[in-house]
Structures are given as structure tokens and as C-alpha cells.
């Protein structure tokens, strides 16, 4: 099983779309999660922290199960500009490990007029 | 944005061939990281140094050198590669265990 784990899509969507992605973990001792946003050709930026009572930032949602190792990100009335590869990322989190960044293989979007 | 930066941007190489790669961060961090990022493949995280303390070696080839002089610099030194070794080598930089940073990466060729 990889460690973690996300549909690449791709995903197709309109403009204006709600649209969805999930990621699962296979390390259950994770400690730290996040989602990052990787334009084509171009270095992944964090687009947000993942907390276990969930978090929303503008059009963006991130929620966290633990019971289930699951994190999942929402994104609300997408635009153009949100097409890009979202990375699902998890921390170890502990003593030595901590730093060591576990990406998913990213899961395409492209939001079209 | 010019927080981490990366020299040189593209490179292409031979398999004799010698060369090094740089990184440079402007955050005050203390940890540094070298990623490979292959086509349809996850990043891999290849070495990690904090305070300029080597603490991470993820099984790489000892054909890829990491050198960490101070806690804003970081090298990797390249010595005869392979074709597959032709990736985007990525940079970044954090405060010990907080969000990391990346630079914009070196497009690495191997002919």
C-alpha cells in the first residue's frame, strides 16, 4: 500500500463547479497534514494545513479523519485559476521524523469556461 | 517570490560529467531538504539537514553528494549520473518540523 494515497484524476470541471478530492494514509501515527498546489512546471506551494476539526479558507475546505486515515479538500465555485495538481502531504511528525514530507502523486484539476 | 532559490534553473549533462546544484534560502530557516520529482511519479524526499546537521539520507546513490555549509545553503554535488536520474531536483527550507518552502527547482537532463 503506498503511503499516501490519491486519485491523479484528472479531473475536468466548469467554472463555478464544486469539486472534491480525497487521500488516505497508510502510517497511523501521522502527525501533521496539508495540502499542497503545484502549477505545471513550477515549485509546490502550501495551500493549506489540514486540522482534525477541519478548516476552511476562502472557496477551500480541508477535513481530517483520523479514525479512517482520510483528508479530503473542497474547493467551492472553481475558477480558472484553480486548475494545477493538488499534492496531499503527511508529516511523521515525531522526534526524527519530523520534516520528512510523505506527497501523494497529486491529482490533476482543469477547471474550463 | 525569493525566499528559496535555485541555480541553475536547467541543466543538462553528460554521465562523465561533474556538477553542482545550489540552493539558497532567505527565511531564517534551519532546516533544508532535497526532493526528486520524476515524471508521474511522487515527490521523493532525498536528504535532509538540520542546523546544518545532515539527519536524513533517504537510500540515495552516493553518485548525489548533499552539502549543507551553513543553515541558508545547500548543495548537491552530481557525479556520474544515469539517465534516469533526469528530474526537477527541488529545494526547500523550513523551521524544524513547521511548513516547508520550495524553490522553483533545477530541470536536470542526463544524456
Known amino acids: 500500500r503506498k503511503e499516501v494515497e490519491q486519485d491523479p484524476g484528472p479531473f475536468n470541471v466548469p467554472e463555478g463547479a464544486t469539486v472534491a478530492f480525497n487521500c488516505t494514509y497508510s502510517?497511523?501515527?501521522?502527525?501533521?497534514f496539508f495540502w499542497y498546489r503545484q502549477d505545471c512546471r513550477k515549485e509546490p506551494k502550501l495551500l493549506m494545513s489540514?486540522?482534525?476539526s477541519g478548516n476552511e479558507d476562502g472557496r477551500f475546505t480541508a477535513q481530517l479523519n483520523r479514525a479512517s486515515q482520510y483528508i479530503s479538500l473542497l474547493i467551492r465555485d472553481s475558477k480558472l485559476s484553480d486548475s494545477a495538481t493538488y499534492l496531499c502531504?503527511?508529516?511523521?511528525?515525531?522526534?526524527?521524523?519530523?520534516?520528512?514530507?510523505?506527497f501523494g502523486q497529486g491529482t490533476i484539476l482543469t477547471v474550463h469556461p | 517570490e525569493t525566499g528559496v532559490t535555485q541555480t541553475p534553473r536547467h541543466l543538462v549533462m553528460g554521465m562523465t560529467n561533474k556538477k553542482s546544484l545550489k540552493c539558497e534560502q532567505h527565511l531564517g530557516h534551519n532546516a533544508m531538504y532535497w526532493y526528486k520529482q520524476s515524471a508521474k511519479k511522487p515527490l521523493e524526499l532525498m536528504f535532509v539537514?538540520?542546523?546544518?546537521?545532515?539527519?536524513e539520507n533517504n537510500s540515495v546513490p552516493s553518485r548525489f553528494s548533499p552539502e549543507c555549509p551553513n543553515s541558508s545553503h545547500l548543495f548537491l554535488h552530481l557525479h556520474t549520473l544515469q539517465p534516469e536520474d533526469s528530474a526537477l531536483y527541488l529545494c526547500?527550507?523550513?523551521?524544524?518540523?513547521?511548513?516547508?518552502?520550495f524553490g522553483p527547482g533545477t530541470r536536470l537532463t542526463v544524456l
Open positions: 539537514y538540520n542546523f546544518k546537521e545532515q539527519t
Open positions: 502510517n497511523s501515527a501521522s502527525q501533521s
Open positions: 526547500a527550507s523550513s523551521q524544524v518540523a513547521d511548513t516547508q518552502y
Open positions: 489540514v486540522y482534525s
Open positions: 502531504v503527511v508529516n511523521p511528525g515525531r522526534g526524527t521524523s519530523y520534516g520528512k514530507l510523505t
